[in-house]
C-alpha cells in the first residue's frame, strides 16, 4: 500500500527524467464513492511556482513520482470546486469513523492503484502512521519484529470515514452529514461531544429535525441546552416538536422563561398544550415525567377489532416502542391493560376483557418520581399510566428509562436499552 506521508517532499520527474517539482499535496474527487480517485497531485518547483498535474499525465507515484509527458507538454488541472486537498484538510484532521462510532485523528492517508486509477482506500489513524511520518516505522517494525509483536494496522476504510471541518464545501458536509445521519442518536451525541465547537456547530445545522431531536434526547442537559441556543427559534421550535413531549419539557425547564414561552409559541398547539401541561408538574413528580405519547383503545373491543384501531391510531403510531395498550372508556378513564404480545397472540375474535389486567398499578401525577422507580421496580413493569386521583383519567406514562433517572446517575441511565 501506498500512503500520502510517502508522496509529501518527493521529487516530480516528467517523461524525460526532468525534475518539475515536489509533491506537497494530493487532490481527490468523486468522495460519495468507496474509493475517492486522485485527480491531480499539487506540486512546488525550486522557484517557489505552484502547479497542479491532472492524474492524467502521471505514470507512476511510487517508489517516485513520473509523468507520461515532458514538462513542456504538461496541461496545468483546473480544480471543478469539489476536490479534497488529502494533506491541508484530511491530514492531523477530525473525522468521524462511522464504524466504529468514534472521532479520529487522521495521522496518514492510504492510497492504491485500481486498474488506471490511483484512489483513495482508507485512513491511518494508528501509531504507525505517525512513525511513518517521522521516518521511524522501519525501526519500529524491526524492534516489534524482534520481540515477535507486529505492529497493529488502524487503517479505517474510506466508506467508513466522515471527513467534516465547519468551513468544508456544502457537497462535502451533506456526504459526511449523510454518513452520520444513519447512526443512532446516542452515537451521534457521543461524536457531537468529541468534536471541536466549531466542526460541531456544522454538523449540528446540517442535521435535519428528526434526527437532531433523536441525538438531544441522547444527550447530557448542558448539550442540549447548547446547541438549541445554536438554532434559530423557528427551528429549535420544530425541533421540539420531533422530541417526546416528556423530553421537550425536560429541555425546556432549563431554558429561561422568557425563552421557553416563546419556543411554544412557536411549536405547533397540539405539541405546545402536551409540553405545557407537562411543565405544570413538579419536576421530580410523575407528572414532571410522564410522557403523554402512548398507545390505547377503546375498551370493549374483540383483538382483531383492537388492532386494526391501533393501526388506524395517530397517537399509537407516536408511540415509539409500544409494549403495553391502555384500554379506556369513552370519558378516557382506565379500564385497564394487555400487554401488545399478548394481544397479538391471541385469536382475532377473542374479546380484549379476556387478557387485560383490570385493576392495573398507577399513580398520581403528584407521586414522587422515587415512588415511580420503586413501583416499576417491584411490578417489573417497563411503563406506569399515570390517573388523575379523583377521576381517573389517564394522562399518560412513566416509562422505566424516566422512573430509573430518580435512582441512577441520568450519564448511567442513558447506557441502559431504550425500551421508550
Not at 519484529?145 to 479505517?156: M, N, W
Request: charge should be negative; charged fraction near 25%.
Amino acid at each position: 500500500m501506498l500512503y500520502l506521508s510517502q508522496l509529501q517532499g518527493k521529487q516530480v520527474w516528467d517523461a524525460w527524467s526532468q525534475p518539475i517539482g515536489k509533491c506537497y499535496d494530493v487532490l481527490v474527487g468523486n468522495l460519495d464513492q468507496s474509493f475517492p480517485t486522485v485527480r491531480a497531485i499539487a506540486t512546488k518547483a525550486a522557484d517557489g511556482a505552484e502547479r497542479l498535474i491532472p492524474a492524467s499525465q502521471v505514470s507512476g507515484l511510487f517508489p517516485s513520482i513520473i509523468l507520461k509527458v515532458p514538462t513542456e507538454e504538461v496541461v496545468p488541472y483546473i480544480p471543478k470546486g469539489d476536490e479534497l486537498h488529502l494533506a491541508s484538510r484530511v491530514l492531523d484532521r477530525q473525522v468521524v469513523d462511522i464504524d466504529g462510532r468514534r472521532v479520529v485523528r487522521v495521522n496518514d492517508v492510504q492510497l492504491a492503484r485500481l486498474r488506471d486509477q490511483f484512489c483513495v482506500t482508507g485512513v491511518d489513524v494508528g501509531g504507525q502512521g505517525l512513525l511513518r511520518r517521522l521516518g521511524l516505522e522501519g525501526v519500529a517494525q524491526g524492534v516489534a519484529s524482534r520481540f515477535k509483536r507486529p505492529l497493529p494496522a488502524q487503517v479505517i476504510p474510506w466508506e467508513d470515514v466522515a471527513p467534516l471541518q465547519a468551513d468544508d464545501d456544502p457537497l462535502r458536509l451533506r456526504i459526511s452529514r449523510d454518513k452520520i445521519s444513519h447512526l443512532p442518536g446516542a452515537d451521534i451525541a457521543a461524536i457531537l461531544n468529541d468534536l471541536d465547537h466549531r466542526t460541531g456547530e456544522a454538523l449540528v445545522k446540517g442535521l435535519d429535525n428528526e434526527i437532531l431531536a433523536d441525538m438531544l434526547e441522547e444527550s447530557p442537559a448542558e448539550v442540549q441546552v447548547n446547541i438549541l441556543s445554536q438554532l434559530s427559534p423557528e427551528r429549535a421550535a420544530d425541533v421540539l416538536e420531533e422530541m417526546g413531549p416528556d423530553e421537550a419539557a425536560d429541555l425546556l425547564a432549563d431554558l429561561p422563561t422568557q425563552t421557553t414561552e416563546r419556543l411554544l409559541d412557536l411549536m405547533e398547539d397540539a405539541d405546545a398544550e402536551d409540553v405545557r401541561a407537562l411543565l405544570a408538574y413538579p419536576e421530580d413528580s410523575a407528572g414532571g415525567i410522564m410522557t403523554t405519547e402512548f398507545a390505547y383503545a377503546p375498551c370493549e373491543m374483540t383483538v382483531g377489532e383492537t388492532l386494526a384501531y391501533l393501526r388506524q391510531s395517530e397517537d399509537a403510531r407516536d408511540d415509539e416502542v409500544m409494549y403495553y395498550v391502555y384500554l379506556l372508556d369513552k370519558a378516557d378513564v382506565l379500564h385497564g391493560v394487555v400487554s401488545l404480545r399478548d394481544l397479538v397472540m391471541a385469536p382475532p375474535d377473542a374479546a380484549t376483557d379476556s387478557l387485560i389486567e383490570l385493576d392495573p398499578v398507577t399513580v398520581t401525577p403528584l407521586t414522587s418520581q422515587r415512588d415511580v422507580a420503586y413501583l416499576v421496580a417491584k411490578y417489573n413493569v417497563l411503563a406506569l399510566p399515570v390517573v388523575e386521583e379523583e377521576s381517573g383519567v389517564m394522562l399518560g406514562i412513566v416509562t422505566v428509562d424516566d422512573a430509573l433517572d430518580a435512582v441512577l446517575p441520568t450519564a448511567w441511565k442513558k447506557r441502559l436499552p431504550r425500551f421508550f
